[in-house]
């Protein structure tokens, strides 16, 4: 089991139209906090033998550390890339009261009672 409970998960895109896709969908499925979006990145990398270079958007996915798997999943299920990146860094420490905010903005919706 990880020792940490919150990480940043690094994903990219094709571009800042599908960033906006994946981080709403991650956003309503409550599975990040905050999404920010970085556009213009410049990435060189070896695809099929080759070197390739993309201009790319970089996805930084604030959220807990259990919802991984089920982040890993969803953004797979809708990347137009064969092979996506999506990686996770630990979060080892930071301010409790943006924590806190992570806990709240993530915690289910509250049913509404039944009439």
């Not at 981080?23 to 990435?43: F, H, P, R, T, Y």
């Not at 993309?54 to 959220?63: I, P, R």
Request: glycine share 4%; with cysteine.
């Amino acid at each position: 089991m990880n020792d940490f409970k919150y990480m940043m998960v690094m994903v990219t895109a094709a571009d800042n139209e599908e960033a906006r896709l994946i981080a709403k969908m991650l956003l309503e499925q409550k599975k990040a906090a905050c999404v920010s979006i970085m556009d213009g990145m410049n990435s060189a990398y070896w695809w099929k033998g080759a070197v390739e270079n993309a201009t790319e958007s970089l996805l930084m996915v604030k959220t807990k550390a259990a919802l991984l798997d089920d982040i890993v999943t969803a953004v797979t299920e809708i990347h137009s890339y064969e092979n996506p990146e999506i990686i996770a860094l630990p979060v080892l420490g930071g301010s409790d009261s943006y924590f806190e905010w992570i806990d709240e903005s993530l915690e289910p919706e509250a049913e509404e009672p039944a009439a």
